[in-house]
């Protein structure tokens, strides 16, 4: 009989799984180990989040640089007809005539004052002549054959262009050389209209 009830506690004895039989330095380490895992994870993220502040605050300094900078751009744009303007009024008007010499004179420090101006916000003027072509900065209007100089060299300018802080404002428009042709001659778009 009393091996009967030593069978019998046997059977009623729980059958550990190896799992469950953790000592509680293991217990510690596994939570130790979670804890580490957690703190990486809430570190990382807060390294993301500092980097991402640094990165918004650069943003807006450059944006508020750029508008500093270029903030006179749609304002010197509308001028620039102003100046193209003065500037055709003393090609036109003759350096000779005593009856406009004091206009021509007024004209000329107006022109010299306006300019003086734009250059001081960094408004420079693009007046390539004689240099090589630059679609950056020209506009071409037409083409012409010349043996004389170089092809791709503005051999005219129609307006100049203008740049502001260095950007573009508006491109100089010019004509360009192109080699002489061998082939005979035919009327240019010009002679035709």
Do not use: C, W
């Amino acid at each position: 009989m009393a091996d009967e009830q030593k069978q019998e506690l046997n059977d009623q004895e729980p059958v550990l799984n190896p799992e469950q039989n953790n000592t509680p330095a293991d217990d510690l380490a596994a939570r130790v180990s979670a804890l580490e895992e957690q703190l990486a994870t809430a570190q990382d993220q807060a390294l993301r989040a500092a980097a991402d502040v640094q990165n918004a605050r650069r943003r807006a300094e450059q944006e508020i640089e750029k508008a500093h900078k270029f903030g006179l751009e749609r304002f010197a744009t509308e001028l620039l007809p102003l100046l193209d303007s003065l500037e055709r009024g003393m090609e036109l008007s003759d350096a000779n005539d005593p009856a406009i010499k004091p206009m021509r004179e007024g004209m000329e420090l107006t022109l010299k004052m306006f300019t003086d101006t734009l250059a001081r916000f960094q408004i420079v003027a693009v007046d390539p002549h004689g240099e090589p072509f630059d679609p950056e900065l020209h506009q071409a209007m037409a083409m012409e054959e010349r043996d004389n100089v170089e092809p791709n060299t503005v051999i005219r300018v129609f307006q100049k262009g203008y740049t502001l802080s260095g950007r573009l404002l508006r491109p100089a428009m010019v004509v360009v050389s192109t080699p002489a042709s061998d082939r005979p001659e035919s009327p240019s778009i010009d002679e035709k209209a």
